[in-house]
């Protein structure tokens, strides 16, 4: 019995050092705007994990490294898909409505089918 309290133990000790804190920072709220460079590639996004709150006027500066559409699943109508094109830098601009995480993808011109290469987090200020 002994054994399978110690177990436990150290099982729940590995599973709260492994939960991330996703709250937002003071700072990151009290702006009313943000500006976030983001750098796209075929596969990956950097920052992969872009965060906002709602409310904040968002301003992305997307450089691509690579040719095709940019998609934020979820904010289809404030964010719109956006051509890219490797070597340019395209700036969208939006407003964050909604709390949530949102997929970011990435529609290359060789490949229509969509890679995910990141996710939005909208943190509720």
Known sequence: MRRIAALLT???VGVVACVEDTSPDDELCAAPSIQLELVLEADALTPAD???CRGQTVR???MSQV???FHVHGYDEELPAAAVRAGEEVVLDFVAERSGQFPIELHADDDPRGVAVGILTVHEP
């Open 10 to 12: 150290l099982l729940s």
């Open 50 to 52: 872009p965060s906002v």
């Open 60 to 62: 992305l500066t997307v």
């Open 67 to 69: 040719d095709g559409v």
